[in-house]
């Protein structure tokens, strides 16, 4: 079993920052890949951002230039800059291994 906690989220203003951390704990065999991905109300769940375990990286065009991911063995993160209303969703944690892994999400609001 894996499990997979993810922090950081909160309230924040438009042009603020935040950084979600997550952090996966459990039987781990693999991780092919780590990233974050977004649901807000009404829409379905979006990919926001990758990173393979080679270390390539892949970004929702709407992120690109303000949101960066980085990993450190089991932990994935995910600054988020310059953000906007729009940006406003659920983040959910995601590990690909053996199969793919959930987090239970991080609310992110950004006021405008």
């Known amino acids: 079993q894996v499990q997979l906690v993810e922090s950081g989220g909160g309230l924040v203003q438009a042009g603020g920052s935040l950084r979600l951390s997550c952090a996966a704990s459990g039987s781990i065999f693999r991780i092919n890949a780590m990233g974050w991905y977004r649901q807000a109300p009404g829409k379905q769940r979006e990919l926001v951002a990758t990173?393979?375990?080679?270390?390539s990286t892949n970004y929702v065009d709407s992120a690109k230039g303000r949101f960066t991911i980085s990993r450190d063995n089991a932990k994935v993160f995910l600054q988020m800059n310059s953000l906007k209303p729009e940006d406003t969703a659920v983040y959910y944690c995601?590990?690909?291994?053996?199969?793919?892994?959930w987090g239970q999400g991080t609310q992110v609001t950004v006021s405008s």
């Open positions: 995601q590990l690909l291994g053996v199969r793919a892994y």
């Open positions: 990173i393979t375990s080679g270390g």
